[in-house]
Each structure stands twice: as structure tokens, then as C-alpha cells.
């Protein structure tokens, strides 16, 4: 598959968390091409702030693929990781990060600051922005749809 496909994938996951009336985030995990993880975000409906997207990817590739150490793998994402899941793609050893929206409250990748650039022992390849206005558009209509309802 290719990064516009796995990309594409993650944003089904994200409207699948929006209906569910989570944050529309969807992850990917892909390695040589194939998916191995997926993930959506799920904090509201698991009422626990480490159910995000990225981080229920990058568990369900360790266990797929038997280990903590993730070589080889990509993770998509629509939104620009926290500092949480930055941290787990470095800790997990993900080879690629590919995000969409960037977040300029809470982006850890490049939007608040770059957790990449420290000395940490693993350092991910990032391609930002990818599918950006499709990524951001979805956050920004389920955001616009919340103040609405309320």
C-alpha cells in the first residue's frame, strides 16, 4: 500500500472515532507496505487519558508483532502527535512518522516543540502535513459541530 492509502486509512479510522464523538484521530502502523496496527482515539468512551490513536497502534503492533521494538514500521496519523506519543514512537524504535494536521496546542513533532531534536537514542524520519487539508478539515468540522450542539 502506499502512504496516500495508509494515510487514507487512518482518516477512516478518525471518522470512526468522531462518530463514536471521540477527537477524530485514526493511526496506522504499516511495515513493508502492509498494515499491522491500527487505532483511533478513544479517551472519552475508555475515560483514560492514554487511549490515543498513536498509542493504541503502536501497542497492537508490539503485541502482532511480538516485541517492544517496532524496526522497520511507519506510523500514520492524522494529527501531529502529543508529547506522550512522540515519546512512544521513540521509546517503540518506529522508523517512519508520517502525520497529518499539524496541532499547534499540543504538537510535539514540530508545531510546540520538537521532541525529535534531543538526544534520545532513536530518532524517527518525519514527513509532516501529509493529506494535511483532509486531516485538519475533519478536526475542524467535528469541533465546529461540538460548539453547535452545545
Not at 516543540?113 to 502535513?129: E, I, Q, R, W
Request: overall charge neutral.
Amino acid at each position: 500500500m502506499t502512504d496516500e492509502e495508509l494515510m487514507r486509512r487512518a482518516l477512516a479510522l478518525a471518522k470512526e472515532a468522531a462518530a463514536e464523538g471521540e477527537v477524530p484521530v485514526g493511526a496506522v502502523i504499516a511495515k513493508d507496505g502492509e498494515i499491522v496496527a491500527e487505532g483511533r482515539n478513544r479517551r472519552e468512551l475508555g475515560k483514560n487519558a492514554l487511549y490515543h490513536a498513536e498509542m493504541e497502534a503502536i501497542d497492537t503492533a508490539c503485541k502482532k508483532l511480538d516485541g517492544w521494538r517496532l524496526p522497520g514500521c511507519t506510523l500514520y496519523v492524522t494529527l501531529e502527535p502529543c508529547p506522550m506519543c512522540a515519546g512512544a514512537v521513540i521509546n517503540a524504535r518506529v522508523e517512519r512518522l508520517v502525520f497529518g494536521a499539524y496541532d499547534k496546542k499540543a504538537g510535539s513533532v514540530k508545531s510546540v516543540a520538537d521532541l525529535f531534536l534531543f538526544p534520545y537514542n532513536h530518532k524517527p524520519a518525519v514527513t509532516s502535513g501529509f493529506l494535511e487539508t483532509e486531516c485538519a478539515k475533519l478536526l475542524t468540522d467535528f469541533f465546529a459541530d461540538l460548539r453547535k450542539q452545545r
